[in-house]
């Protein structure tokens, strides 16, 4: 997983094509979608696992806030774009 995510955060941090270049940009981001749906299939995944060995409640709210935490303060925030998300979050975490 890690070389997925070194992969994904080296991508984002040099545009390698001219702006002009709308087809070559899209076959970028298609790129970029499908590393995350890996990602997210590799999580849902250990998400089942946990599930399976967990005795308790399923859903903790004191966890998903942590996490809700932990991945607004990794860099680059800019807290401008999302100001109005981060505040809904804040009153009502489970959406």
């Known amino acids: 997983m ?3 995510l070194q992969a994904l955060s080296n991508d ?3 545009p390698a094509l001219a702006a002009g270049d709308l087809s070559e940009l ?4 298609d790129s970029i979608d499908d590393a995350i749906h890996d ?3 590799r999580r849902a ?9 967990k005795t308790g409640a399923a859903l903790r709210p004191g966890r998903e ?3 809700i935490r932990r991945l607004l303060a990794r ?7 999302c100001q109005r998300d981060r505040a809904d979050l ?3 975490p489970r959406g």
């Open 2 to 4: 890690q070389s997925d």
């Open 12 to 14: 984002k941090a040099e």
């Open 26 to 29: 899209r076959a970028n981001l």
């Open 39 to 41: 990602l997210l299939m």
């Open 45 to 53: 995944e250990v998400v089942s696992h946990i599930a399976s060995v």
């Open 65 to 67: 806030a942590a996490i």
């Open 75 to 81: 860099p680059p925030w800019r807290p401008h774009a």
């Open 90 to 92: 804040a009153r009502n």
